[in-house]
């Protein structure tokens, strides 16, 4: 069984439909952000706005 809390194994970013897995194996370390409503996942540099640190994130479907 493997438990990872920290990881969202079944995510996938919303911009380019990459799963998080997938993204691990590649081993670009790229950075997740979580939409603060549909905790959908993202790439940051999928989005074609930049984020604002202390702000909610929206994804763009969610914008
Ligand atoms: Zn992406
Ligand atoms: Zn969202």
Same mark, same amino acid.
């Given at each position: 069984?493997?438990?990872?809390?920290?990881? &969202?194994?079944?995510?996938? *970013?919303?911009?380019? %439909?990459?799963?998080? #897995? /997938?993204? =691990? /194996?590649?081993?670009? /370390?790229?950075?997740?952000? =979580? *939409?603060?409503? *549909? +905790?959908?996942?993202? %790439? &940051? /540099? *999928?989005? &074609?706005? &930049?984020?604002?640190? +202390? #702000?909610?994130?929206?994804?763009?479907?969610?914008?």
């Amino acid at each position: 069984m493997d438990k990872n809390d920290n990881d &969202s194994p079944n995510a996938f *970013c919303k911009a380019c %439909h990459m799963t998080w #897995e /997938e993204d =691990q /194996e590649l081993d670009l /370390e790229r950075v997740w952000v =979580q *939409c603060d409503k *549909c +905790d959908g996942w993202v %790439h &940051s /540099e *999928c989005l &074609s706005y &930049s984020l604002e640190e +202390d #702000e909610p994130f929206f994804c763009p479907d969610c914008l």
